[in-house]
């Protein structure tokens, strides 16, 4: 069996791992670069295969940073069947689509205002693709179980972070390897902890928190003092939120903030197509995840959804308090950026980041205390309060990850690490090292292992 990383290498997104076994080749994760211009550009690059040559792709989960190129390799030839459970193919139907939407948007505000140094500027894929791209999907359904030829079979285990995610071993007669995919927390407020997969020669694993440990701190606490500190100097508070997951946790906390009477009765808006439709899928499949059927009742009557852009654009004039939940989480796109250009400027209000903010992003820039950012070809003062919540991640932490891998037993034979920066990968690194005798290596961009 033979590896080569083609993304998240050295940082947190672009997910992709070719796996090579008798003639077939298989692509864990097809994801899409977020964040910094020179990581975006990274998907205009030539990929660094024929996408025609993977016979499929599996999917840890649902987030773009690991699903949203597929509708780009299809646009180059990639057509087998893409494997994934039934919770991350219901969350794809609205992400692909959805991505493609806010591409298009985006090419035709920066044509528009003139600021993109393309003419035109282009989409990477349109909304149309991205929906010609989920006809490819052939989900899982209740099976954890694969057989990619007679000899190689996958199995999926639940690794919480979202609904659907999962970790992904693959198994030949000589060897076997699991793909940690994004580990949740044993902690986590709404989803159930992630399941260790059996013994494997090889783990690949995420790093995206490999160097810190989540403080211990009531978020339902400091969001109250935030939202009600807001409310009362007459401002408005702004959650810039992964619409996937984060939105849905999010809403719960201040939807029983609200009917405990711990906040002020202010009105709470989701402005974000996607997360909208997640919220949604996540009713449908309560049953795997801690938020029952009554407590995402409780959201749908306590949250207006904004659905048009006609009403989004409304949001920016209101003079009275509320509270905004809004994608993207990291401030690279979306809706929220035109709030953030009308509501930055008031000291009166808060923009409250819920979670890793990537570096050389705008969530990046304002919670170390930038006092602009650039959007749309032009500086934004930075004047309104800003906060983040790292204890609403639903990443697990260093301890996390090193319990994960704790519990596959007996102890693989190497490590390779991926998707985190390089200080947190190096700090995983030195531990697992320290507490397992494992050896471990921080894979790079294009580098082929043979296992």
Same mark, same amino acid.
């Given at each position: 069996?033979?590896?080569?990383?083609?993304?998240?290498?050295?940082?947190?997104?672009?997910?992709?791992?070719?796996?090579?076994?008798?003639?077939?080749?298989?692509?864990?994760?097809?994801?899409?670069?977020?964040?910094q211009k020179e990581l975006r550009l990274q998907n205009w690059q030539p990929f660094p295969i024929d996408p025609a040559s993977i016979d499929a792709i599996l999917l840890t989960h649902a987030h773009i940073d690991h699903s949203g190129f597929l509708p780009a390799l299809m646009k180059q030839g990639f057509h087998g069947p893409v494997y994934c459970t039934s919770g991350t193919k219901a969350l794809c139907d609205v992400?692909?689509?959805?991505?493609?939407?806010?591409?298009?948007?985006?090419?035709?505000?920066?044509?528009?205002? /003139?600021?993109?140094?393309?003419?035109?500027?282009?989409?990477?894929?349109?909304?149309?693709?991205?929906?010609?791209?989920?006809?490819?999907?052939?989900?899982l359904g209740s099976e954890t179980q694969l057989s990619l030829n007679r000899d190689w079979r996958a199995e999926f285990f639940p690794s919480g972070h979202i609904l659907g995610a999962s970790s992904i071993r693959l198994e030949t007669p000589e060897?076997?390897?699991?793909?940690? /995919?994004d580990?949740?927390?044993?902690?986590?407020?709404?989803?159930?902890?992630?399941?260790?997969?059996?013994?494997?020669?090889?783990?690949?694993?995420?790093?995206?928190?490999?160097?810190?440990?989540?403080?211990?701190?009531?978020?339902?606490?400091?969001?109250?003092?935030?939202?009600?500190?807001?409310?009362?100097?007459? /401002?408005?508070?702004l959650i810039p939120s992964f619409a996937v997951g984060r939105a849905q946790l999010l809403l719960h906390i201040i939807t029983k903030l609200k009917e405990s009477h711990?906040?002020?009765?202010?009105?709470?808006?989701?402005?974000?197509?996607?997360? +909208?439709?997640?919220?949604? +899928?996540?009713?449908?499949?309560?049953?795997?995840?801690?938020?029952?059927?009554?407590?995402?009742?409780? +959201?749908?009557?306590?949250?207006?959804?904004?659905?048009?852009?006609?009403?989004?654009?409304?949001?920016?004039?209101?003079?009275?308090?509320?509270v905004i939940v809004s994608a993207s989480g990291m401030a690279s796109g979306g809706r929220v950026l035109h709030h953030l250009k009308t509501m930055a400027k008031n000291y009166r209000n808060s923009i409250v980041f819920s979670g890793f903010q990537a570096p050389g992003t705008r969530g990046d820039a304002m919670v170390n205390g930038a006092t602009q950012i650039k959007m749309h070809g032009q500086y934004i003062p930075v004047k309104a309060e800003v906060h983040q919540l790292t204890s609403l991640s639903a990443h697990a932490d260093?301890? /996390?990850?090193?319990?994960?891998?704790?519990?596959?037993?007996?102890?693989?034979?190497?490590?390779?690490?991926?998707?985190?920066?390089?200080?947190a990968s190096d700090i995983l690194k030195t531990q697992i090292e320290e507490r397992f005798s494992i050896p471990v290596e921080c894979v790079q961009s294009g580098q082929k292992v043979v296992l």
């Open positions: 069996m033979k590896l080569q990383f083609l993304g998240a290498c050295q940082t947190v997104t672009g997910s992709k791992t070719l796996v090579s076994y008798q003639n077939k080749r298989i692509l864990i994760d097809a994801g899409m670069f977020q964040g992400l692909l689509p959805d991505a493609g939407f806010l591409q298009e948007e985006d090419a035709r505000y920066a044509n528009k205002k /003139g600021f993109s140094k393309h003419s035109p500027a282009l989409p990477l894929f349109t909304e149309k693709e991205a929906r010609r791209s989920l006809s490819l999907f052939e989900p060897t076997s390897v699991c793909f940690s /995919g580990l949740g927390r044993y902690d986590d407020l709404m989803m159930y902890p992630p399941i260790s997969p059996p013994h494997s020669d090889y783990v690949v694993m995420e790093s995206t928190y490999g160097d810190e440990q989540h403080l211990k701190v009531n978020a339902d606490e400091i969001l109250a003092k935030i939202i009600t500190d807001t409310v009362q100097r007459g /401002g408005i508070v711990r906040i002020p009765q202010v009105p709470i808006f989701l402005n974000s197509p996607m997360a +909208i439709k997640a919220t949604e +899928i996540y009713s449908h499949f309560h049953r795997q995840h801690k938020l029952s059927k009554e407590d995402c009742e409780r +959201i749908d009557r306590n949250t207006t959804y904004v659905k048009t852009m006609e009403e989004s654009i409304e949001l920016n004039n209101r003079t009275y308090p509320s260093q301890a /996390g990850l090193l319990n994960w891998l704790s519990k596959i037993q007996p102890s693989p034979k190497k490590v390779f690490i991926n998707h985190g920066e390089p200080l």
